[in-house]
């Protein structure tokens, strides 16, 4: 029956004329409002899939084990052991929790967990080489837990560190900070990255290009493309509901890469030293919400 208001009541025909009642179609729709219309523009738009708060907490929950997996690869982190005991640890502990490394045969790499040491960017594969003291190592885990994904890395001081380690590992957990400092809604993507550049070239160091943070939910990489750089104001405006990666590497020489012949290996050119740290973040009504929170 319709109201006395003239609005569509709930056993009304559908005004979209799909001949099904109203509250059998686009009732709930409506309900939604603006958000399902938002939903429905950015996955038309930019494929940005908008989580709901179900997924929220699932990839809340894989962030907790990727978290507390990190937090423990850091007490056995000296000089002596080699990346290959760190993937063995990571995917021990991932699978005794109910989890899948996700970086396992993802298109094609080897082992469960990336570890990049010294002047290695990003994606080292885990190996029989032993950290020696002085070393920097970065340890990027992705879990997979009840079919949510959640990424973060961070880099490590094996042992007693010389001041150009001690630097670039400041200036990346600095870069990532200040990079999520501008998530919230209005802002655009480009503004994480003009700060992240910012920053990290104002301190001499540089900013890798070649790899970028992502968006993550029930797979590994999608959009949108967070780039550590570039230009303010530039790129898709964030709303509540998107959930990214931000994850820059900074080196301490120029950002020039080469990949080795094992075709994952990512090192600087010129040979100095890189440093990287990585959160998942889910952007609020306010702000954001890391989904791997830890320190920085
Ligand atoms: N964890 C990396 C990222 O931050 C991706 C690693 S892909 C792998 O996006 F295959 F090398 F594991
Ligand atoms: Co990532
Ligand atoms: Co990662």
Same mark, same amino acid.
């Given at each position: ?10 056993n ?11 509250k ?9 409002? @603006?958000n399902?219309?938002?939903?429905e523009?950015?996955?038309r738009n930019?494929r ?15 962030g907790?084990?990727v ?15 080699t990346?290959? $005991? ?9 699978v005794?929790?109910g ?5 396992? &045969? ?20 885990p190996s029989?080489? =032993?950290?020696?003291e ?21 880099t ?6 010389g ?5 670039i590992?400041?200036?990346a ?16 993507i ?9 920053? @990290?070239?104002? =301190?001499?160091?540089?900013v ?16 949108p ?13 964030m709303?509540?509901?998107m ?7 900074? &080196? ?10 094992d ?6 050119r ?14 609020t ?9 830890? $320190?920085?």
């Amino acid at each position: 029956m319709a109201s006395d208001d003239g609005s569509v009541g709930r056993n009304d025909d559908c005004p979209c004329g799909s001949g099904l009642k109203y509250k059998r179609c686009c009732m709930n729709k409506a309900k939604e409002g @603006a958000n399902n219309d938002l939903a429905e523009l950015y996955l038309r738009n930019y494929r940005i899939k908008l989580k709901t708060a179900h997924d929220i907490a699932g990839i809340k929950i894989a962030g907790r084990l990727v978290v507390d997996t990190l937090h423990k690869v850091e007490e056995i982190v000296k000089p002596g052991i080699t990346t290959n $005991d760190i993937n063995r640890f990571v995917h021990d502990y991932t699978v005794k929790n109910g989890a899948v490394p996700a970086p396992l &045969n993802y298109r094609g790499f080897p082992k469960s967990v990336c570890t990049s040491v010294n002047e290695v960017i990003c994606h080292g594969i885990p190996s029989d080489r =032993v950290l020696k003291e002085g070393d920097i190592v970065n340890v990027d885990v992705t879990s997979i837990l009840n079919g949510y994904y959640a990424d973060a890395n961070m880099t490590f001081f094996v042992g007693e560190c010389g001041s150009d380690a001690h630097k670039i590992v400041d200036v990346a957990r600095e870069s990532l900070k200040r990079g999520l400092g501008m998530v919230k809604p209005d802002n655009t993507i480009g503004d994480i990255g003009w700060a992240i550049q910012e920053y @990290a070239e104002g =301190v001499g160091c540089s900013v890798v290009r070649e790899f970028i943070g992502h968006g993550i939910g029930k797979v590994f990489h999608e959009p949108p493309d967070v780039p550590h750089f570039g230009r303010r104001g530039s790129g898709i405006t964030m709303v509540p509901g998107m959930v990214f990666t931000v994850e820059p590497m900074v &080196n301490i020489g120029k950002r020039f890469l080469r990949v080795l012949e094992d075709e994952w290996t990512a090192v600087t050119r010129d040979g100095s030293l890189s440093a990287q740290f990585e959160q998942t973040i889910v952007v609020t009504e306010y702000g954001y919400e890391s989904l791997t929170p830890y $320190d920085l």
